[in-house]
C-alpha cells in the first residue's frame, strides 16, 4: 500500500477513509498525485458519518485552539496519576493515542519522553508544527482502530479520547496490538455524569449538528455565562474557610485555575464532540478483559467532573489461549 506524506506528515490511514480526508482536507495534493491513490473527483467514500463528523470536529478544535499554554502540565498529570508521575516519562519511548493538537505530547517530551502522537484528525498539521522545535516528537495521521506501529513501546497512554470513539472496544482491540508484555496503557475517560450535566445533554442534541464556526462563538458566550455565575463564585467562596464544602460542589470549578480559553475550550469539547461515551467502573473492566488486557487498575479523577484514570496491561496468556482454541 501507497501512504502519503503531507505536510511533512505520514498519512497512514485505512483506505477509504485515506480516500475522503484526501479529497476532503488536502485537494491540492491529491491533485497532484491522484493517479497514485485511485481518488475520483467528487466520489463519496463509505465511511462512518459520525467517525467523519469526528474527523472534522476535532480537526476545528486543534486547528483552531492551538496555543500549549505552559499551565498544561497540570492538566496532563492530573489525567495520568497515580499511574504515570513526572518521572515516569524520563527516557520512555511512548504512544499518545488521539494526539490532537500536540498538548499532551509536548507536556510528555518536556518531562523526558519520545513520543509518536497519533491522530485521525487534521489536528495533526497543528501536532506536526510543534513537532519542528521538539526533535523527541513525531506525529502520524493514523486510525485508534488500526494503529500502524509494532510492539515496541515503554507506555502507551490516551487522555479524553476513547470516549468520542464510536466503537471503544474496537479502539482498545488496536491499542492491543500495539503493546508489549512490557508496556502499560493509561487511559483517561468520562464517568457517569451528575444530575447537573444533564443540560449539557440536551443542548448537545442541538450543538452537535451546529456549523463549527457557530459553535465556536457559542462556546465563548458560554464560557463568559460560567465565568461570572460559577467560577466567580466558586473563586469568593473558597476564600472562606467556612464556605470551602459549598464552593467544592459548584460544577466546573476546576476552570477557575486555568485561562479564560480553556474555558471556551471545554465548552467546545463537550457541546461539540460527535460522539460522547460515559462509563462507570464495571463497563470500564469489561472492555479491556474483553480485549485481552488484565492488571486493570482504576482509580477517580479528583477536582473535576467524574472521571476515570485508567492502568491495563496486556494479557498475553490470555491472547495465547484464544489462539489455542481456534
Known sequence: DKFPIIGGVPRILPKEILQDVMQRKYPDYLAKHRDKFNVQPGMAYSVEQKKKATVDTFGYQW?????????????????????????????????????GSGRPAVTACRLGAEVVGMDISQAVDTAFQKSLAIPLLHVVQADAYAPP???????????????????????????????????????????KRELWYQPVEWLRSVTTRMPLQMLHGLSFLLALWSEAFLLMPYR?????????????????RIYARFPFKENVIGWFDRLGAPVTHYFNKQEIMEMLSGAGFTDIKIAERREASASW??????????????RAQL
Open 63 to 99: 486547528t483552531t485552539f492551538t496555543d500549549n499554554f505552559d499551565y498544561f502540565k497540570y492538566i496532563f498529570l492530573s489525567f495520568t496519576r497515580p499511574f504515570l508521575d513526572e518521572e515516569d516519562f524520563k527516557n520512555k519511548l511512548m504512544l499518545e493515542i488521539g494526539c
Open 149 to 191: 506501529f509494532n510492539q515496541a513501546f515503554d507506555i502507551i497512554y490516551s487522555v479524553g479520547v476513547l470516549q468520542h470513539i464510536s466503537n471503544p472496544r474496537r479502539a482498545l482491540d488496536g491499542m492491543f496490538k500495539v503493546m508489549s508484555q512490557r508496556s502499560p496503557l493509561v487511559l483517561w475517560v468520562y464517568g
Open 236 to 252: 469568593l467562596l473558597s476564600r472562606v474557610p467556612a464556605c470551602n464544602r459549598l464552593a467544592e460542589k459548584i460544577p466546573g
Open 309 to 322: 484514570i485508567v492502568e491495563a496491561r496486556r494479557n498475553d496468556v490470555k491472547l495465547t489461549s484464544s
